[in-house]
């Protein structure tokens, strides 16, 4: 089946460590996006990547790193700059910039900081 | 900068009554306005969606209204059931951005049996 494969869905980490979300695609889209969701605050945009080595900030990439080296992977490192990292993190695809429409998500991993 | 704002945060709702949820949004390149449901532990899915160009698009009980004037959009729910019980956002976006949307801050809906 085509999807959008999260891992690991839960993580802890130390304060202070760099930890690493995995996300991969087999849906042969050109863009795939991270969201951060907090209660109350909706979704918001971290960083985001129209096609293989190259990517955007969104509105709130700081204490992220992303890189695009396949089309199929997006991941997504939460560094120890974050100032809160603890949250649910989404990843998502969609065919293309030409194509305004549905965003595909994974089920999400939930990083909790100690 | 919110540019979408999503009420009420939370609703509750008898069996077979009308939940509805409304959005309003400033940026006027905004042309493709969708709406997201979302299980506990789960990712969002694509619900409904909507294009300016029509004011109303209906999906078996769920319906979306559209009012581009007053730059508002709502979720209208009829017959709801407890397995609607969910999270549900709403979004938009613009032709220039792609896929890129930008979001609501939820609401969760809970459908009492």
């Known amino acids: 089946d085509g999807g959008i494969t999260q891992s690991p869905k839960y993580l802890f980490r130390k304060e202070g460590q760099n930890v690493t979300l995995s996300c991969e695609q087999n849906?042969?889209?050109?863009?795939m996006y991270w969201y951060r969701q907090d209660p109350g605050q909706g979704l918001r945009l971290i960083y985001y990547?129209?096609?293989?080595?190259?990517?955007q900030k969104g509105d709130i990439a700081e204490g992220y790193s992303v890189s695009r080296e396949k089309k199929e992977s997006f991941p997504l490192t939460v560094t120890s700059a974050q100032k809160n990292p603890t949250a649910f993190y989404l990843c998502a695809s969609s065919p293309g910039q030409a194509h305004t429409g549905e965003l595909f998500f994974g089920e999400g991993s939930r990083l909790t900081v100690l | 900068q919110q540019q979408v704002k999503q009420s009420p945060q939370s609703l509750i709702v008898q069996k077979g009554g009308i939940s509805i949820i409304n959005c309003a949004y400033e940026n006027t390149a905004f042309d493709y306005f969708p709406w997201y449901q979302q299980f506990p532990g789960k990712g969002p899915a694509l619900l409904i969606a909507?294009?300016?160009?029509?004011s109303e698009k209906k999906e078996g009980r769920f319906t979306i209204s559209f009012n581009k004037s007053a730059k508002q959009f709502s979720l209208h729910i009829m017959d709801s059931q407890p397995g609607d019980s969910a999270t549900y956002f709403c979004?938009?976006?613009?032709?220039?951005?792609?896929?890129?949307?930008?979001f609501g801050e939820g609401t969760q809906l809970t459908v009492n049996p």
């Open positions: 979004a938009a976006s613009k032709k220039t951005s792609g896929s890129r949307l930008t």
């Open positions: 990547s129209q096609i293989v080595n190259d990517f």
């Open positions: 849906l042969n889209h050109d863009a």
């Open positions: 909507i294009r300016p160009d029509v």
